[in-house]
């Protein structure tokens, strides 16, 4: 209980309301840093995807190359055989050059299957390089974007802050010690309001719990502060109107 309340009440409602304005602020600077760092995180992420998809589209290009020197080495075989083929002697010659073409005709199909299948993984593996990359510098591009409109208004919000403090800082040295103390002890009890209207039935605005008769009228009059037996929060005259 602290006497002499009437401009104390006022200076404690702008006060109240500062603190409040304060710790919104705080919460929007935060949620601004967070945002922020996701942005960079996303950046981060798109990165190493990027990475991983070139790098899986040049082991698909080593592939591709080897696939075609294995079919240029089963032509040229071929090309061979047949210059064999035209100088065969005899039949048993010409069997076993029939033989080994048999052979490299299977091995050539082989290879230009391996080619061609090594050709399409290609194709795939170039297409998600090029989209991986389309999404980091998507990401790097919302980063520049949002990030610039994220420090713009994080500033702003440092700016606005830094007077709410110095509004504040006048407030609570106009409280006198009692009230000072008295604010701080209630608003550091617990979050939630400090300061809550007397309903008209004469019950605390947050947790209804009646307030006697002769407590009511002092809170009207707003000469005394009297906190809430039941939730503790300083009670203050409803507003007018
Ligand atoms: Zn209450």
């Given at each position: 209980m602290v006497g002499g309340a009437d401009n104390q009440l006022d200076t404690l409602t702008a006060l109240s309301e500062a603190d409040v304005a304060v710790s919104g602020k705080q919460e929007r600077l935060k949620a601004l840093d967070e945002e922020r760092e996701r942005l960079k995180r996303s950046v981060e992420v798109c990165a190493e995807r990027s990475k991983l998809a070139e790098s899986l589209a040049e082991k698909v290009e080593t592939r591709v190359r080897t696939a075609h020197r294995a079919v240029e080495a089963g032509r040229e075989v071929l090309r061979h055989l047949d210059a064999r083929s035209a100088s065969v002697k005899n039949m048993q010659q010409h069997f076993a050059v029939k033989t080994e073409t048999d052979t490299a005709r299977r091995n050539l199909q082989a290879a230009e299957d391996d080619q061609l299948q090594a050709m399409m993984d290609q194709d795939d593996a170039r297409a998600a390089a090029a989209g991986a990359a389309q999404a980091l510098a998507d990401a790097k591009k919302a980063l520049r974007k949002h990030g610039a409109e994220i420090r713009a208004e994080a500033e702003e919000a440092s700016a606005e802050l830094k007077v709410i403090q110095r509004q504040r800082e006048a407030l609570n040295e106009r409280l006198q010690p009692a009230t000072r103390a008295l604010y701080r002890s209630v608003r550091g009890r617990?979050?939630?309001?400090?300061l809550v209207a007397l309903l008209?039935?004469?019950?605390?605005?947050?947790?209804?719990t009646s307030v006697p008769r002769q407590r009511q009228a002092d809170i009207r009059s707003g000469s005394t502060l009297y906190l809430c037996e039941g939730c503790g929060v300083i009670l203050r005259p409803a507003p007018a109107g």
């Open positions: 617990r979050g939630g309001p400090v008209p039935d004469g019950a605390c605005g947050r947790c209804y």
